[in-house]
């Protein structure tokens, strides 16, 4: 029952994909790279970086030919942060959909909303184990370097909205830096 619950958001945000794919006849692609996640100060002071990785699938729609295009994501992210004294270890379920703009085809810069659903948690270092948010909302921006056959270079920036913890102000900020593969 539990994975099928967390499996849900996952499921719906597949087939918004694939309802976009009679749409549009853009492309699809594929990203992968490493996280540089922390979190806003709160009750526990500064963060320390953790190191995780992303791995998601994406669909690129035209509004504007080769100018403008609407970006629906789908990918899995491991983020959290560390203390002086406990680790944080988050894995969720994202889906950013961001509006993306070429620039003479070879730089494109991206933002938009993006929405997280936590799949699992992890506390090492502790004996409490503290009450996470299961959905977060966030804002991402970024650009990409784009080489021609399809491959580029990104980075990007995200910033939450939501609480990582209930009842605490920290806030996952994450750094992205990875490749794409546009097919």
Same mark, same amino acid.
Request: hydrophobic content about 45%; aromatic content about 14%.
């Given at each position: @029952?539990?994975? @099928?619950?967390?499996?849900?958001?996952?499921?719906? *945000?597949?087939?918004?994909?694939?309802?976009?794919?009679? *749409? /549009?006849?853009?492309?699809? #692609?594929?990203?992968?790279?490493?996280?540089?996640?922390?979190?806003?100060?709160?009750?526990? #002071?500064?963060?320390?970086?953790? /190191? #995780?990785?992303?791995?998601?699938? &994406?669909?690129?729609?035209?509004?504007?030919?080769?100018?403008?295009?609407?970006?629906?994501?789908?990918?899995?992210?491991?983020?959290?942060?560390?203390?002086?004294?406990? =680790?944080?270890?988050?894995? &969720?379920?994202?889906?950013?959909?961001?509006?993306?703009?070429?620039?003479?085809?070879?730089?494109?810069?991206?933002?938009?909303?993006?929405?997280?659903?936590?799949?699992?948690?992890?506390?090492?270092?502790?004996?409490?184990?503290?009450?996470?948010?299961?959905? =977060? /909302?966030?804002?991402?921006? #970024?650009?990409?370097?784009?080489?021609?056959?399809?491959?580029?270079?990104? *980075?990007? &920036?995200?910033?939450?909205?939501?609480?990582?913890?209930?009842?605490?102000?920290?806030?996952?900020?994450?750094?992205?830096?990875?490749?794409?593969? /546009?097919?």
């Amino acid at each position: @029952m539990k994975i @099928m619950k967390l499996a849900k958001p996952f499921l719906i *945000a597949i087939l918004f994909l694939l309802a976009a794919n009679v *749409a /549009t006849a853009q492309g699809w #692609g594929v990203r992968a790279g490493v996280n540089l996640a922390s979190a806003s100060n709160g009750s526990f #002071g500064k963060t320390d970086i953790r /190191t #995780g990785g992303y791995l998601g699938v &994406y669909k690129e729609m035209t509004i504007i030919s080769k100018l403008l295009f609407i970006q629906p994501e789908v990918q899995f992210s491991k983020q959290g942060f560390n203390t002086k004294t406990t =680790d944080f270890d988050l894995d &969720y379920i994202q889906v950013p959909v961001l509006a993306k703009v070429y620039l003479a085809k070879v730089v494109s810069f991206e933002t938009g909303p993006q929405f997280g659903f936590k799949i699992s948690d992890k506390v090492s270092g502790s004996n409490n184990n503290p009450d996470f948010n299961t959905f =977060d /909302t966030a804002w991402a921006g #970024g650009f990409s370097f784009n080489f021609p056959m399809g491959l580029a270079i990104n *980075a990007r &920036y995200i910033t939450s909205f939501t609480d990582v913890i209930k009842y605490d102000s920290h806030k996952s900020q994450v750094i992205q830096l990875g490749a794409s593969f /546009t097919f």
